[in-house]
């Protein structure tokens, strides 16, 4: 049974930084992506950032660029998500997901393989 656990977000000022974390147990193989997703109430959800542990490729959306950083420890079969200079539009539950398809694909359909429960990320003005 694969299972994602994220954990790190928390309540932080604007221009502040969190990471959060997702762990990933029961993965039999590193052919997928691992994306970061949020959602804010009355928004739409929105794909943020990926990462293809086999090969180290990555896509960030264009409101997180140069500004969050993603990484993947694959012996701690952990991805990462580094935060920086976090404005209050950032504030969101954010998700961790594993899939197959193109990124380009699943940042739209949110086609998910497997996918964790969330944790809150909360940026105050």
Request: with cysteine; charged share 25%.
């Amino acid at each position: 049974e694969v299972q994602l656990v994220e954990s790190g977000g928390g309540l932080v000022q604007a221009g502040g930084s969190l990471r959060l974390s997702c762990k990933a147990s029961g993965l039999t193989s590193n052919d997928h992506f691992i994306g970061w997703f949020r959602q804010a109430p009355g928004k739409e959800r929105e794909g943020v950032s990926c990462i293809r542990p086999s090969d180290d490729y990555k896509y960030y959306s264009d409101s997180v660029r140069g500004r969050f950083t993603i990484s993947s420890d694959n012996a701690k079969n952990t991805v990462y998500l580094l935060m920086n200079n976090l404005k209050p539009e950032d504030t969101a539950v954010y998700y961790c997901a594993v899939f197959r398809d193109s990124w380009y694909r699943v940042r739209h359909t949110h086609e998910y393989d497997y996918r964790g429960q969330g944790t809150q990320v909360t940026v105050s003005s």
